[in-house]
């Protein structure tokens, strides 16, 4: 899989949680064609786990999961990692209530590519 050239950006790091192994695959390939550093975790536990050995920058979060979903990580990660801004993912085309309760940007899956470069550069710069 090939992505739209454009310039590096200093290396930060992200955690991307997902329960989707493709998913996460996915955004690790993309996010690194950009010259991020990505850290994956399958579950909010083994995320919440990496984020609080490992500096993280940013946080990518699934909202549906099987053992925690994004509300409940996004609770869990403000208290490790309190500056990291959090984006919430959703196959749901709709905007849950309850992600932007707790998330700093919602995308939905089919947006991705789109919106997430976007939503992370909106991000640094608050």
Do not use: W
């Amino acid at each position: 899989m090939r992505f739209p050239i454009a310039a590096k950006v200093e290396s930060k790091v992200v955690l991307c949680i997902d329960d989707n192994q493709d998913m996460l695959e996915c955004e690790k390939a993309f996010l690194e064609s950009f010259g991020y550093t990505v850290l994956t975790a399958p579950s909010g536990s083994k995320g919440l786990e990496l984020a609080s050995i490992h500096p993280v920058d940013f946080v990518i979060v699934d909202y549906f999961m099987p053992e925690m979903n994004g509300p409940q990580i996004a609770i869990e990660m403000r208290r490790v990692r309190p500056l990291a801004p959090i984006i919430m993912l959703s196959g749901a085309v709709d905007v849950p209530e309850l992600a932007l309760q707790f998330a700093d940007a919602f995308i939905a899956k089919s947006h991705l590519a789109s919106h997430l470069l976007p939503a992370i550069a909106q991000l640094q710069e608050c």
